[in-house]
Structures are given as C-alpha cells and as structure tokens.
C-alpha cells in the first residue's frame, strides 16, 4: 500500500514529547518528491522518491535550535549499522538542519535529543522504467500467458531497519482482453483484464492466460505517471491457446403423480431424459461428451461431439457423464466435473378398486405405481370381455368411463404387459373393484 504526494514538504509522523511535530523537507530537483507510508513492520517513518539526485537536498526542521541533531546512514544490514553522514555535508540554519548531495537508495537515521527518525531515499533514476516494446514469448503456457519485454522494469528494493528487504510497488498496469462465462445467458462474452505488476524480472512476465486472441497495452509506472511521464506500450496480436469451457446437465421432469420419485439429482427413474450442454472458449476445437461406465472413464461407451446432446436413460445402473474440450494441437485441455447418473430398479403395482364419481378428486382414477418402466401396455375389460380402456403410458389411468359415461360399478378386469429397466419383464392380471357411495 502506497500513498503518492505532489508537494515538496513532507511531514514525519513521530513527534518529540512536549514539542510541535519535526519536518523533513525534500527541495531541489526536477520534478517533486514522491513518498510512501510503508509498512509498520519496516521501522520508517516514510520512503521518499526522487526523479533523480541532481539538485535535490534534505532539511530536517527540529523543534528548537538549541536541539542536538545527528544524521547517519544504513544499507543492507540495516539500522544496526549506521554511518555518519559527513558533518561537513550538512548546514544549519535556526532550527533547520540540510544535508546537501545526499546518496540515494539509502536509509537514514535523524536523531533529535536522542529520539531517532528512519526513512529511505530512493534515487528513480538507478531503477528507471525503460520497457520500449512486448513480444509473446516463444514458450507458453495453457494457464499463463509469457510476454517478452525490451527495455526493463526491474525491482526496486529498499531495506528496514532491521536489514529485512521490501519491494517498492511500481504499479506497472497491463491490459487485455478476455472471455468470462455469463451463466444467465449461457454464453461467453468478452470482458477486459487488468493487472499490476510490482517490477518485471527477466525480461518477462506472466499473467492468466487470455481465452481469445488480444492485444497487451502496458503502462508504467507509478512514478512516472506521477510525474506525467507515464510510458505507453502495445503488443503484437497474441493468439490465445488456453481452452476453458462451462457444462450443465438438465433433466426433463415428468408430472406423474403415481410414478415413485428418487433422492437422485439426475436420473432416478427410467426413461430420465436429461440434456446435456456446453459452451466453449475460442480457442476450443475438439469438443466431445463421454459416458462411461467408470468414474475413471476407462470404459467410455459413448461419445457425441455436439455442444449440446440429449440422451434417454433407459437401463439401471450408473452412467458417468463429462465434457472434454481441446486446443488444435490437444495440448491444452479442459475437463468438466463428472456428471453422475443413477437409474433406480423397476417397480410396479395395481391397486384393486377405486371409486369414480364418488367424490371428485378422492380415488376417482385408476392407476399403477411405478418406477423406471421403459415400455407399458395395459388393457381393461369387463366380466364379458368386452374391453373398456387401452393406455400405453404407466402414467396414464382409467376414469371409469367408457364413451363418456361412468360404468355400473363391479369388477373389472385389467391385462398388463410392461418392461423395466433392469430387463425386467410384467405379465399382471387382476381384478378392479368399482365401488359407490352409499350415499350415492
């Protein structure tokens, strides 16, 4: 975290007890001083930044000119290894103490009546921003995209007070394009992608790798956008091969109020109509959708290439079900999380009387109860033979009519031939019992 100000004089945050807070004032120099709050963790107060040193000097303003005020330098080993700073290089004036040509990237130590300050000077213009052009890097990856740099952005380090070493932030922004899923509309729009990067090491850096081909814009950095010098860098069309895809499995539902319903998410009883769906990114050219038999898709008994597939379940058992997708070369690929899908064994029972217009809504219907029935026949006669209904649906029934009106109640007589899905084979035969109200 870091806080940029334009202005030349820069307050310290330790105050001396008793007294009105100290200064450090940072003159000279082309453009303004920038500084930093770091880290608590670090022991300084700030971190200044200067374009560069031509000019620039430091005035430390103490609560009084009678205070006793010292200056000593650290580097890497940090506080606990200070050195003088030349008492030659430095003027007073009242209560105003100025260090002249001071050394850049280097902490200092103001101590005033024995209380020190700590800060860090850091000269911009050993650590300049200089990238000039980007180039895709010749190895890619399917997750990260590796850009080439001319010029550098290399890390600059300051170091705390206990010799522990910090990265300034140059805030370095990249730019891009994308694609990102927009699940309500089931499709993939563009989006754009931005990043910071602290420095760029090696000439190179890496960012998620983009779904579609794209420009990269780089601007950089922090310091120079401050000073109104910000740089402006635009790529050579990248051309994506990172693959990723969204999938949904949706199952056809059935109104049949006597049909045995299951806990299962997909599947349950047979036949279970379920779609299945997807939507790829661009760079996807092999898509397919597996069954198997295994959860490890060792046995893959069927495959559709199709984004879209509907498929009737009619066999008990476990079906596990996947979406694969692919770049041209198949080195980059995408696999969607398995979709499982259980048929229950079949089931199926005839009730022996109901009561047609007896009370409407209670009882008024005929039908079986059932579970994964592939295939139903089912007829229904009366004492003669003489038959009164035919339906081919287990999850139809008989009203008790026959061409519009009721029948006299007594027993009738029902033949079914069905099928489940675990090959199971129904031969039924019984009675249907027509019962009236008393009242009726």
Request: with cysteine.
């Amino acid at each position: 975290m870091y806080r940029t100000l334009t202005v030349i004089t820069l307050f310290l945050l330790t105050t001396i007890s008793g007294v009105s807070a100290a200064s450090l004032r940072v003159d000279g120099g082309a453009y303004p001083a920038i500084t930093d709050s770091p880290a608590a963790s670090t022991g300084l107060q700030n971190i200044y930044i200067v374009h560069d040193l031509d000019g620039v000097s430091l005035t430390y303003t103490a609560s009084s000119a009678s205070a006793t005020v010292t200056w000593q330098s650290y580097g890497v080993r940090g506080a606990s290894y200070p050195e003088e700073v030349n008492p030659a290089d430095i003027s007073q004036s009242g209560a105003e103490h100025s260090l002249t040509a001071p050394k850049g990237d280097t902490g200092y130590i103001i101590t005033e009546n024995g209380k020190p300050y700590y800060f860090w000077l850091t000269d911009y213009s050993a650590h300049p921003f200089t990238i000039t052009a980007l180039h895709e890097a010749p190895d890619q990856d399917c997750d990260r995209a590796f850009i080439a740099t001319e010029g550098s952005a290399e890390r600059i380090i300051y170091y705390g007070i206990n010799g522990r070493s910090y990265t300034l932030d140059r805030d370095i922004t990249v730019s891009y394009t994308t694609l990102v899923p927009d699940i309500d509309n089931f499709r993939y729009t563009s989006a754009e992608e931005h990043r910071s990067l602290e420095y760029i090491s090696d000439n190179t850096f890496n960012v998620p790798a983009p779904l579609c081909d794209t420009y990269f814009h780089m601007a950089g950095d922090r310091f120079l956008r401050t000073w109104g010098m910000e740089q402006q860098i635009t790529s050579s069309l990248f051309t994506t091969r990172s693959v990723a895809a969204e999938s949904k499995a949706m199952q056809t539902t059935r109104d049949s109020e006597n049909e045995i319903r299951s806990d299962e998410d997909l599947g349950g009883s047979a036949p279970a109509e379920i779609t299945f769906s997807a939507i790829v990114s661009d760079a996807a050219v092999f898509t397919e959708w597996q069954f198997a038999t295994d959860p490890e898709f060792i046995d893959i008994v069927t495959r559709f290439n199709e984004l879209e597939t509907v498929h009737t379940f009619r066999d008990m058992g476990t079906t596990y079900v996947r979406f694969v997708a692919a770049d041209a070369s198949g080195t980059c690929e995408y696999y969607s999380d398995t979709y499982t899908v259980n048929i229950g064994q079949s089931r199926l029972q005839c009730p022996n009387a109901f009561s047609p217009g007896a009370s409407e809504g209670v009882n008024d219907e005929w039908k079986v109860s059932y579970q994964s029935i592939v295939s139903f026949e089912c007829y229904i006669f009366n004492r003669w033979g003489k038959k009164m209904a035919e339906f081919h649906d287990p999850s139809q029934g008989w009203d008790g009519k026959q061409g519009g009106k009721l029948v006299p109640a007594g027993v009738y007589y029902y033949v079914i031939k069905a099928k489940g899905s675990d090959g199971k084979q129904y031969n039924l035969s019984g009675d249907i019992n027509i019962v009236r109200s008393k009242r009726r």
